[in-house]
């Protein structure tokens, strides 16, 4: 096979990765059946599959196709063509409140079966995903200058009363003050050395608002006021001093990662990968997979992948702590290596 390797292929086929449907196949032997490598079917051992570059290569071997995902078309299985409809007629419809039974007669498929492939594809119920959608609509709609009244029925809320109920949760903050890049909310910040570099911990008065990792106190602070531009920021060393000491506990092992109060903008789904990265035990790692079984939706290991890139909290949102199917270690938004020294800090 010469696309990719045996080894990510296999992670790949683990992971149900829809990122390599139509780089490869797999085929088992036991069944003699090849598939793509999103197929829902359930997952062979290793030792009956073998890996091909196309359809036509495994064909000539023998196999045929999977009735269930249809290797050899490029427009996916029906159900996922299906979903794709869902999900395109969910974005043409931004100002409508879509019930699950219209969006199901407009694909043809039952509620049931549609809630139930829509999440496994997609990640997210289709509710949750327009609300997803519609947040992101709003916050881009203020990001362009537009008023919160404009944005808000721009976005597809009906009210701002149904919008404020989400906006902290979402933001981190109001609506007005995410307009206008923090303006408003003052943030107390300070740096301290620890084991594995500089860190930069902010709070407001609800609790820790980030938790960054860098080489310097001055790239930190820069990059910081780079995000929050009209926030009051002000640097407390000593009014922080014990914050900085209970993140430096947490990062030994003293104290748990639950233990903190934080205050942070997340999505239900986000929400739902920090708290299983926080139940990760210490010096252990999990997969993108395994945690997204953890969570209910064992399809959305992309998603989770997301969730942890999306982290603000380094060390008491453990995301360090995630790991590519295969166990090699992935992507760390303060640095690969810096996610090694963590994990080896935390296996001493």
């Keep these: 096979m010469s696309l990719v ?9 683990l992971n149900r ?10 085929a088992v032997s036991s069944t003699g059946v090849y598939c793509r490598p999103s197929c829902p079917s359930r997952r062979p051992t ?11 290569q495994a064909e000539a071997a023998g196999y045929r196709a999977c009735l269930r995902c249809r290797p050899q078309s490029s427009a996916g299985s029906d159900a996922d063509q299906r979903v794709e409809r869902a999900r395109r007629y969910l974005d043409a419809h931004p100002d409508e409140l879509i019930t699950l039974r219209r969006l199901a007669a407009q694909v043809g498929l039952s509620p049931f079966h549609l809630q139930r492939t829509f999440t496994r594809v997609v990640g997210l119920s289709p509710k949750k995903y327009q609300d997803t959608r519609r947040m992101a609509r709003f916050t881009s709609a203020l990001k362009r ?24 949760e979402e933001l981190g903050m109001t609506p007005s003050a995410f307009r206008s890049g923090g303006t408003g909310i003052t943030l107390r910040y300070t740096t301290a050395p ?8 902010a709070v407001t008065e609800r609790g820790i608002a980030a938790v960054r990792l860098g ?51 997340a999505t239900v789904f986000q929400r739902k ?35 942890c890139a999306t982290n603000q909290i380094a060390v008491a949102i453990p995301c360090h702590r995630a790991v590519r199917g295969d ?9 690969l290596e810096r996610k090694k020294r963590l994990l080896a800090l935390e296996r001493r």
């Design 145 to 168: 200058g537009e008023t919160v009244t404009s944005a808000t029925y721009e976005a597809g809320f009906g009210s701002s009363s149904s919008l404020y109920a989400r906006a902290h």
């Design 215 to 265: 080489d310097t106190a001055a790239a930190l602070a820069a990059s910081f006021r780079h995000d929050y531009p009209k926030a009051m920021l002000r640097q407390d060393t000593a009014g922080l001093r014990q914050h900085v000491r209970a993140i430096l506990q947490c990062l030994i092992g003293d104290i748990d990662a639950t233990f903190f109060s934080l205050d942070v903008k």
């Design 46 to 56: 290793r030792d009956h599959v073998m890996f091909f570059d196309s359809p036509p």
């Design 5 to 13: 390797t045996a080894g990510h292929a296999w992670a790949a086929v």
């Design 327 to 335: 166990g090699q270690l992935a992507g760390y938004r303060w640095g």
């Design 273 to 307: 990968v920090w708290q299983a990265l926080q139940q990760i035990p210490r010096g252990e790692t999990r997969s993108y997979q395994e945690i997204a079984r953890s969570i209910g939706q064992p399809t959305a290991a992309r998603a989770v992948a997301r969730a």
């Design 194 to 201: 620890t084991a594995v570099g500089r860190i930069l911990v």
């Design 17 to 26: 990765d829809r990122r390599c449907d139509g780089r490869f196949v797999y």
